[in-house]
């Protein structure tokens, strides 16, 4: 084997390794956010939690695979280690913003029920064998 397999190989670890452990860690810590948006349907946190995990994975092991392709071989092991560096930088930069973009629209899922728990409601009638009379 060539120095530049072994480079796409460690990058191929890398890149599976940093997506699965983004992936659990936005899955188990999102849940909370996601039981707390669905309410009296929190039992749909968990398909919701594993079908947006399924998709995270799919996605960025998807673009990993795509960037393997990018950018120039690696003849020896310093231009091995800058095109380690280069494309496993730029795939966590795509997953740090990924993660952002969960957090956002997570905080925004909040603030949409936070909203709608405090809007006004109608004025509930009141059973007239409670009210006592002075």
């Known amino acids: 084997m ?3 397999d072994w480079t796409y190989l460690v990058y191929i670890a890398l890149c599976i390794a940093a997506t699965v452990w983004i992936g659990r860690t ?3 810590r999102g849940r909370a956010f996601l039981a707390f948006h669905y309410g009296d349907e929190a039992a749909l946190a968990d398909p919701m939690s594993d079908l947006l995990a399924t998709g995270f994975y799919t996605l960025h092991i ?3 695979m795509v960037l393997l392709r990018f950018g120039s071989g690696a003849a020896n092991l310093a231009q091995s280690i800058e095109v380690l ?3 496993t930088g730029l ?3 795509i997953l740090a913003a990924s993660h952002f973009a969960h957090l956002c629209v997570f905080s925004k899922m909040r603030r949409t029920a936070g909203a709608l728990d405090r809007a006004p409601r109608a004025a509930e009638p009141v059973d007239a064998t409670l009210v006592q009379e002075s």
């Open 2 to 4: 060539t120095i530049n």
């Open 26 to 28: 936005l899955r188990l």
């Open 62 to 64: 998807g673009v990993a």
């Open 85 to 87: 560096s280069t494309k």
């Open 91 to 93: 795939i966590l930069l």
